[in-house]
């Protein structure tokens, strides 16, 4: 708890509160969109500072999620941890998990490592996936963000088709896919002694570090090097029409962003005239999943599972950006 406490006030809530004061003053968002410093073509350069800014955003959060799944992996009795959150249905389930993801406000990034520390507790899939994903699209600050910078219906349509994703897809899912992934760990009966904590933390940290840092540094330069094929979005609906808001919503699934980079891709594409589908359908998938983040989680949700997470979060992006069409 100390962990958690401590790393959340200083990787999030003070810098949040912060934002949240100097938006309500002035209502313009400071920064501009991440996929800018990758640069409008293909090139080493570009995908590098991509991945420059996108850590120099996200390495505090990063370096919390890395000490709580630690901690959750090494410290926290894992009985305690599966009688909190593995309930009797997995619409419980994921509304406990809803409910753990509120304080940690992470991006989707950050919050698989966590989640995956989860998973390795033996804690249930309906959990698991709603903590994952309610991390990014329930994250309270986001929502005050949105409220002081986008109309009110962007922020609506957020928390209610964030809700049908973090509860209503994550019990669906946890019921629906069953196998090997959703075997409990046994728990030890051998009373750890409190002088090999240390060790087995460290141990714990090293893991986790050693494994997840190295293949997210990968997966994000790979991301900024296509990016500039990926992010181009301006003019699409006018080649394609109503196909759009779907291209978006499956592109904008696999690209990453930091907390809150959704407000400023928004803001730029709603400027040079991108209709409410397509930004609608980016307000959902931008935040909410992305290649590393998926990676990251696959071998410990199972692959069927984070697939089905990512098929619901683009299908929640089309819902989203239909519903700001016939809104608007």
Not at 139 to 155: D, H, K, T, Y
Not at 159 to 184: D, H, M, T
Not at 213 to 224: C, N, Q
Request: hydrophobic content about 55%.
């Amino acid at each position: 708890m100390l962990f958690l406490v401590v790393g959340l006030s200083w990787s999030k809530w003070m810098p949040y509160w912060d934002k949240a004061w100097t938006l309500s003053q002035t209502s313009v968002w400071d920064g501009s969109p991440l996929f800018e410093a990758a640069g409008e073509t293909f090139s080493l350069s570009g995908a590098w500072d991509f991945t420059l800014v996108y850590f120099t955003a996200v390495w505090k959060a990063l370096l919390v999620a890395l000490v709580v799944a630690a901690a959750i992996d090494a410290l926290v009795p894992r009985d305690w941890l599966r009688r909190v959150m593995n309930r009797r249905s997995h619409t419980s389930q994921s509304l406990v998990g809803a409910a753990m993801s509120l304080p940690s406000m992470m991006c989707t990034c950050c919050a698989a490592p966590v989640t995956a520390g989860l998973r390795g507790s033996g804690v249930r899939r309906s959990a698991a996936l709603a903590y994952w994903v309610g991390n990014p699209l329930l994250n309270p600050a986001v929502l005050i963000f949105l409220a002081l910078i986008l109309p009110w219906q962007f922020v609506l349509t957020r928390l209610v088709v964030g809700l049908l994703i973090v509860v209503g897809a994550s019990a669906l899912i946890g019921r629906w896919i069953k196998g090997r992934a959703e075997v409990v760990p046994e728990q030890s009966l051998e009373p750890t002694r409190f002088s090999a904590l240390p060790v087995r933390y460290l141990r714990s940290l090293s893991k986790f570090t050693l494994i997840l840092v190295p293949e997210h540094l990968a997966l994000v330069f790979i991301v900024g090097l296509i990016s500039p094929w990926l992010s181009g979005v301006y003019g699409l609906e006018a080649q394609v029409g109503g196909f759009a808001v779907l291209i978006a919503a499956l592109v904008g699934s696999l690209l990453v962003i930091p907390t809150g980079g959704e407000i400023p891709i928004i803001l730029a594409l709603s400027a040079v005239g991108v209709g409410a589908g397509v930004t609608g359908a980016l307000l959902i998938v931008l935040p909410a999943l992305s290649i590393p983040s998926m990676v990251m989680v696959g071998k410990s949700l199972g692959w069927r599972t984070t697939t089905a997470m990512g098929t619901a979060v683009a299908l929640g992006g089309v819902l989203s950006g239909a519903v700001l069409v016939l809104g608007s």
